[in-house]
C-alpha cells in the first residue's frame, strides 16, 4: 500500500553538527513532500516543504533534497542546536485530496 | 491565520463512557478539518476528514460509529469516541486548513488531546 518510511529511527547527533534525516516515499503520485518536527506532547510544527516538480529547497538552518528517481527525501539541518531536539517526520500530501500521510518519524537527539 | 487549539488537553474517562474533543481555528476559518490518533512512539495515523456541513470522510480501518465526527460550523470540529475501552487511549491531534493561503503551508495543527482510559 502507498507509505512513507524513514530508514533510522533514531539519530545522535554532536551540537554544532549538522543533522541529515532520511526518508523513503512509495507513492509517485504525491504533489508536496513536507518535514514536520513534534517536540514531545505537542502537535506538529511545520519546517519546510516542497513541490514534487523541484529537487531542492532551503529554509532558514534547514534544507530538503528531494530524488524521484530513487524517491528519497531528506532534511539537513546545519548547525544543531539543542532546540532541534524533537521527533521528526516527513509527509505527503496529494492535492486533490488535501489530506497530509506521515511517515514514521526519527527521533533527533543532541550530544553536548 | 495559523493557531488551532483543542480541548480538553488531556482526559481520563472510565471503560463504556464518551468523550468529546474539540478542535477550533482561532484566527481563520476552515471548511476543512483533519483528525489524527497517534500511540506512543509512532507516527500520527489520519482517522478522518472532516467537512464543514457535511458528512466525515473516514480512512480505512476507522469505525464511523465509534468516532463521530461533527463539523457544525467554519471554525469548530469535534470528535466523540463513544463506548471508549482502554486501547483507545492515545494522543488525538486535528489540524486544519486555511484555504487562503498557498498550497503546502496551509494546515495547522492543534496541541493535541491525550486521552487515558481507564
Known amino acids: 500500500g502507498e507509505s512513507v518510511g524513514l530508514h533510522l529511527p533514531t539519530l545522535s547527533v554532536q551540537e554544532g553538527d549538522n543533522s541529515i534525516i532520511n526518508c523513503a516515499y512509495s507513492n509517485s503520485a504525491s504533489d508536496y513532500f513536507i518535514w514536520y518536527k513534534q517536540e514531545s506532547g505537542k502537535g506538529p510544527q511545520f519546517i519546510i516543504d516542497i513541490r514534487s516538480n523541484m529537487d531542492k529547497r532551503q529554509g532558514q538552518r534547514v534544507t530538503v533534497l528531494l530524488n524521484k528517481t530513487v524517491k528519497h527525501l531528506s532534511l539537513q539541518i546545519a548547525a544543531t542546536q539543542p532546540g532541534d531536539s524533537a521527533v521528526y517526520f516527513c509527509?505527503?500530501?496529494?492535492?486533490?485530496?488535501?489530506?497530509?500521510?506521515f511517515g514514521s518519524g526519527t527521533r533527533l537527539s543532541i550530544r553536548p | 491565520g495559523a493557531v488551532v487549539s483543542q480541548h480538553p488537553s488531556w482526559v481520563i474517562c472510565k471503560s463504556g463512557t464518551s468523550v468529546k474533543i474539540e478542535c477550533r481555528s482561532l484566527d481563520f476559518q476552515a471548511t476543512t478539518m483533519f483528525w489524527y490518533r497517534q500511540f506512543p512512539k509512532q507516527s500520527l495515523m489520519l482517522m478522518a476528514t472532516s467537512n464543514e456541513g457535511s458528512k466525515a470522510t473516514y480512512e480505512q480501518g476507522v469505525e464511523k460509529d465509534k468516532f463521530l465526527i461533527n463539523h457544525a460550523s467554519l471554525t469548530l470540529s469535534t470528535l466523540t469516541v463513544t463506548s471508549a475501552h482502554p486501547e483507545d487511549s492515545s494522543f488525538y491531534i486535528c489540524s486544519a486548513r486555511n484555504e487562503g493561503l498557498p498550497e503546502g503551508n496551509e494546515q495547522f495543527f492543534g496541541p493535541g488531546t491525550r486521552l487515558t482510559v481507564l
Open positions: 509527509a505527503e500530501k496529494y492535492s486533490s485530496a488535501s489530506k497530509i500521510i
